[in-house]
């Protein structure tokens, strides 16, 4: 029923144009984002038509382990679909895309939906072609999500914080200065963790130059001094913050309660979903609990990222 074809470079216009009309993609699945880092990635992206034309897409990649990934380079990276897919044909695809992979050697798949509130239209025919398949769930992260319109109440301490924020003279607004975030994001991963950022500064400014409308910087300042700030990611009915960080004297000032007083009482007070990102590691066994407790006191709730594990033979 299915050709199944490697992606290359030059389907990109198609790739991109079925991302912009499906039903669970966001522009993180756009070449012009996912190919940022093509030098870290063996690619191994596939797509899949049938008599109409193209039916659906999977960003993957592969290793020399016989493994084909749910892109490692993506928080979340399942089957890409629009509004023709259904149960039926879903499972079918599944099934020719066992034996596609068995002929070309791989032994396991590992695979990372997109989470449900990313769906402009129900899109789980996934989930249940992979029970089909015997897939196991081998991870679950756990994010905190909000619905803004639902006015889930802030902590006590949260509203206290920004309302002695707002006193200080603490000034919210957006910004094209990534360099001065990037500087205080850079130390204080440094300083607690030992790491640097996902994306180095010239990535960052490479994603917004191509994606402005997505990628948006916002930050406190006291003065002219940037104390704070967060990278929101706007993936359709969905606001994620990418980034959070702030400098120690933005800590004592409450930057971070600022920065989201604007951002959930007022510029994205309408949007369907507000996603604060995970606060677990090592395939979700892990919970930093004061990590949960602060999104969950801005009103967040959970939400799963889940990985599966499908074993071909």
């Known amino acids: 029923m299915f050709e199944i ?49 193209l039916y659906a897409l999977l960003p993957a990649n592969d290793a020399e382990d016989g493994v084909l990934y749910s892109h490692k380079g993506l928080t979340y990276g399942g089957l890409v679909t629009d509004s023709r897919a259904t149960a039926n044909g879903v499972c079918i ?9 068995l002929s070309l050697g791989f032994h396991k798949v590992i695979y990372k939906p997109v989470p449900w509130i990313y769906h402009r239209l129900p899109s789980e025919e996934d989930l249940y072609a992979l029970f ?5 769930l081998i991870g679950r992260d756990i994010s905190s999500t909000i619905i803004p319109s639902a006015n889930l109440k ?5 509203k206290y914080a920004a309302d002695k924020a707002r006193k200080c003279g603490i000034v919210v607004e957006q910004s094209e200065d990534y360099a001065a975030f990037w500087r205080i994001l850079t130390d204080n991963l ?18 917004h130059s191509r994606f402005p409308e997505n990628i948006r910087l916002y930050v406190a300042r006291c003065g002219d001094e940037i104390i704070g700030g967060t990278v929101l990611y706007l993936c359709g009915q969905v606001v994620h913050a990418q980034y959070i960080s702030a400098t120690e004297k933005g800590k ?24 604060f990102g995970k606060s677990t590691v090592a395939n979700g066994y892990e919970l930093n609990e004061s990590l949960a407790f602060q999104k969950e ?15 071909l033979c």
């Not at 756009?30 to 008599?51: I, K, Q």
């Not at 006191?297 to 074993?311: K, M, N, Q, V």
């Open 154 to 158: 802030w902590s006590h301490g949260r």
């Open 252 to 275: 004592r000032l409450h930057a971070i309660d600022a920065l989201y007083e604007q951002i959930l009482k007022h510029d994205y007070a309408d949007a369907p979903f507000f996603d």
């Open 190 to 207: 440094q300083k607690k963790h030992g790491v640097k950022p996902v994306h180095s500064l010239d990535e960052i400014l490479l994603l």
């Open 5 to 53: 074809v490697r992606y290359t470079a030059d389907k990109a216009d198609e790739w991109n144009h079925f991302v912009a009309g499906s039903k669970n993609g966001t522009f993180l699945f756009d070449r012009h984002y996912m190919d940022y880092h093509a030098d870290r990635f063996h690619d191994h992206s596939l797509m899949f038509y049938d008599e109409r034309g």
């Open 132 to 136: 089909l398949q015997g897939a196991r």
């Open 93 to 101: 695809l599944f099934q020719e895309l066992k034996a596609h992979l």
């Open 297 to 311: 006191s801005f009103g967040g709730r959970g939400l799963c990222y889940d990985t599966y594990e499908w074993t």
